[in-house]
């Protein structure tokens, strides 16, 4: 294996997962889903808050790429770092990413403290990843390669040669193709293709 390719992988999970935590009367639902972006985090967000309107509170964490730099937590009303943070606790110790957790909590009327939140919202965390498949996943950009028809054999003999599948194609003056390519491929790709006669732009 190529060396440069040795360091755009990292864990995550392969799809949906529920998990639950009962004390004192507290009920905390657990939802851990795969997702690659803000948006997408924001959107399972907003879904369990609709389906879940009568819990009180909707406290998750979010962390998302190779390395983790996206990544947030909330507490939504519980008092601060009891929620948020142990289920975001939970992300990190099993060296997760493109994982969010949503915790719902339906009050049982007797008030846990500090000590019972932090451990309530971390053993559901802890739950929904135990029924979660964790699976390596690879780090890719989105680019997209421009060029001439006259170019067409040459671009896709490197999209064979390097294993990459277009999701897109359109053919007007140019042609354009947009492709994801694992990140220690993206300059041998890009020296392939700039060798091809093809432009590579990076996706907005």
């Not at 009180?56 to 939504?76: E, M, P, T």
């Not at 932090?118 to 690879?138: G, P, S, T, W």
């Not at 006259?150 to 492709?179: F, I, N, Q």
Request: hydrophobic share 40%; proline share 3%.
């Amino acid at each position: 294996m190529d060396t440069s390719q040795r360091n755009d992988t990292f864990k995550s999970i392969s799809c949906p997962a529920e998990g639950i935590y009962k004390e004192k009367g507290s009920k905390f639902l657990s939802f851990a889903y795969p997702v690659v972006s803000e948006e997408e985090a924001k959107t399972a967000i907003e879904k369990i808050r609709k389906e879940y309107y009568d819990a009180r509170h909707h406290c998750y964490a979010y962390r998302i790429g190779l390395s983790g730099d996206v990544w947030r937590y909330n507490d939504d009303g519980e008092p601060s770092s009891t929620a948020g943070r142990p289920i975001y606790g939970q992300i990190l110790s099993r060296e997760l990413s493109d994982v969010l957790i949503v915790v719902v909590r339906y009050f049982g009327g007797i008030k846990l403290g500090v000590p019972g939140l932090i451990r309530a919202y971390k053993a559901a965390a802890a739950d929904a990843l135990d029924h979660a498949e964790v699976v390596e996943k690879v780090a890719a950009e989105g680019l997209a390669v421009v060029f001439d028809y006259t170019a067409m054999d040459r671009v896709m003999r490197v999209l064979k040669d390097m294993g990459v599948t277009p999701s897109r194609y359109t053919a007007e003056d140019m042609c354009r193709m947009e492709v994801r390519v694992r990140l220690g491929d993206v300059e041998r790709f890009r020296q392939r293709m700039e060798s091809a006669e093809a432009v590579v732009e990076e996706m907005l």
